[in-house]
């Protein structure tokens, strides 16, 4: 199965991107865009790609290990950027000091499960919004209108392990596209709370 570790933005998150993001849809080429799901935005920790099923118990420790050594960190959905033509998406406010920390340590609870994981490149945090379907659309004044948006923060208290269900051509919504097969807390005892 296809596996991913992410971050999941809350309800109240989610809602208030969505309200700003209705004035991106009305920029020229919008309609040349694939916009993502609301239910699905996520904040990727670490790929894993293809994981055998019998991997997943040991993966399952792994990762709840590396969540509970990590303590409940403040965030907050804050401005944008691009990949090129290819992708908008929004960025992060907060601790994201704590957020490349979880990456870090989703990506070696992977590792030590023993999947084989891709050397990566720099972590940059990003919830992606929309993709190009072919290019042609110039990116630029969204992350523009992105820059004027920062969300209320709230406290990452969780590390999800969500599976991805490739889309198979011709049958349309036969299963979710993300699903959580995992979630597991962050160290709350030692939470830092937003806002003090
Ligand atoms: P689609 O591929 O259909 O456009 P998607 O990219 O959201 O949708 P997946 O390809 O399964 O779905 O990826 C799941 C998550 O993992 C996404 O956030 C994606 O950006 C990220 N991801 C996918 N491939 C990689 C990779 N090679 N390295 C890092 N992150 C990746
Ligand atoms: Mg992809």
Redesign the pocket.
Known sequence: M?L?A?VLPPASATAELTEHAARLRELPGADGLRW?ARE?W?F?LA?L?EVAAETLPELSERMERAARRTPAFPLSLHGGGRFGERALWAGAAGDVAALRLLAARADAAARKAGVPM?E?RAYRPHL?LA?ARGGGVDLRPYVAALGSFSGTPWTVAELAL?R?N??RSGVAGERP?YEVVGRWELDASRAAFPGG
């Open positions: 296809r991913f992410a993502t699905s996520h990727t790929f790609a891709e990566h992606t993709r969500v991805s490739l889309p596209r």
